[in-house]
C-alpha cells in the first residue's frame, strides 16, 4: 500500500512558477506508475500529466504542455510538477496518484487506473 502526500501549493501570480512535491511512503515506489490531477470548483478532476516507472515516459494534457513538467525521483520516494507560465485557469486543488504497474514504460491518464490518492494541495494564480 502506497499513502501519498502533496505539498507546494499556495498563492502565486499569473506567469509565476510553483513546484509540487508528492512524498509517498512504502518500499516499492518505483513499481508505481504515477499521476498529477486537479480538480477546479465545481468542475469534474481532470487529467494533467503523468510518468512511468523509472520517469522515462511522460504525457500532459494540452493544457499543461510546455508549461508544466512532471519528474520523479525513485530514491527519495517523490514525484514533482514543476508549473510555469501559469494562467488563472490552472486554479485548482491538484492531486497525486499512483497505480502499480508491471510495464516500465506505460503511463496512465484516467482516474480510474489510479489505486492511490493524495489528499490534494490547492494551487491558487491571481491575474
Known amino acids: 500500500q502506497v499513502q501519498l502526500v502533496e505539498s507546494g501549493g499556495g498563492l502565486v501570480q499569473a506567469g509565476g512558477s510553483r513546484r509540487l512535491s508528492c512524498a509517498a511512503s512504502?518500499?516499492?515506489?518505483?513499481?508505481?506508475?504515477l499521476g498529477w490531477f486537479r480538480q477546479a470548483p465545481g468542475k469534474q478532476r481532470d487529467f494533467v500529466s503523468a510518468?512511468?516507472?523509472?520517469?522515462?515516459?511522460?504525457y500532459y494534457a494540452d493544457s499543461v504542455k510546455g508549461r508544466f513538467t512532471i519528474s520523479r525521483d525513485n530514491a527519495k520516494n517523490t514525484m514533482y510538477l514543476q508549473m510555469n507560465s501559469l494562467k488563472p485557469e490552472d486554479t485548482a486543488v491538484y492531486f497525486c496518484?499512483?497505480?502499480?504497474?508491471?510495464?516500465?514504460?506505460?503511463?496512465?491518464?484516467?482516474?480510474?487506473?489510479?489505486?492511490?490518492w493524495g489528499q490534494g494541495t490547492q494551487v491558487t494564480v491571481s491575474s
Open positions: 512504502g518500499r516499492t515506489f518505483s513499481s508505481y506508475a
Open positions: 496518484a499512483a497505480t502499480p504497474s508491471y510495464y516500465s514504460r506505460s503511463v496512465y491518464y484516467t482516474e480510474y487506473e489510479y489505486t492511490y
Open positions: 510518468i512511468s516507472l523509472s520517469g522515462d515516459n511522460t
